[in-house]
């Protein structure tokens, strides 16, 4: 049989792509594990846009296309340092998870470039890049995480069902980040225990008493 006459109005099949993440995903990665290589050998001051260019191997355009300057670049790579892998915890609670979350934010400035960051940021002006990169792509990020995993135990019952989420929010990550932006007192591991522990007890579900049974 001869083969059958391509119809060209038929449309025409879609190209297959190949496997592997987008180049975006790729090089946003690839800047990333530069800036944080510069961080961790030079300190804060070595993480420009022409380093990073230079050592991750994307162009600045690439590169400022997803970030508006060097500093929202440093606070991304400081995210990326304590993010948790992806799908862990998937199956745990709320709590557990912010537990998590505050873990991660305590490691990250309990670490040589956290602490040297937040020097800078102490010592710095509140208008300065470094400062509303900080507030815009660490502070507020962190943030709207919490915001979704109050929400959820709030859903779950792990919390009052009217617990406001805003004064909440701010209840809980205020103190950490006074700490950091004034520097007097250090942000780790113990701190945010002790601070979530003692806000957990007053965000808890009231108790139902148990019915005495009749003898």
């Known amino acids: 049989m001869g083969s059958r006459p391509v119809n060209p109005l038929s449309p025409s099949p879609a190209p297959v792509r ?12 690839k800047v990333l594990e530069a800036a944080r290589a510069l961080l961790d050998s030079a300190g804060p001051g070595a ?53 998590r979350q505050l873990r991660g934010i305590a490691a990250t400035f309990a670490s040589r470039t956290g602490r040297a960051v937040t020097m800078i940021l102490a010592a710095s002006d509140p208008e300065t890049e470094l400062s509303r990169a900080f507030r815009h792509h660490f502070i507020l990020a ?13 859903a779950a019952r792990e919390l009052r069902a009217d617990l406001d989420i805003d004064v909440a929010l701010d209840l809980l990550y205020g103190p950490i980040f006074f700490r950091i932006l004034l520097g007097h007192a250090a942000v780790d591991e113990t701190f945010c225990g002790r601070l979530l522990e003692q806000l957990l007890a007053g965000w808890a579900p009231p108790r139902v008493p148990r019915r005495r049974r009749p003898r």
């Open 47 to 99: 993480v420009t846009i022409e380093a990073v260019a230079a050592r991750s191997g994307v162009s600045k355009p690439t590169i400022y296309r997803t970030w508006p300057n060097a500093s929202a670049v440093l606070m991304a790579a400081l995210m990326a340092s304590d993010a948790p892998p992806r799908g862990a915890g998937s199956s745990r609670s709320p709590i557990a998870m912010l537990h």
């Open 142 to 154: 962190r943030r709207e995480e919490g915001r979704h995993l109050l929400e959820a135990a709030a």
């Open 18 to 29: 190949g496997r592997g993440r987008p180049r975006s995903a790729a090089a946003r990665a």
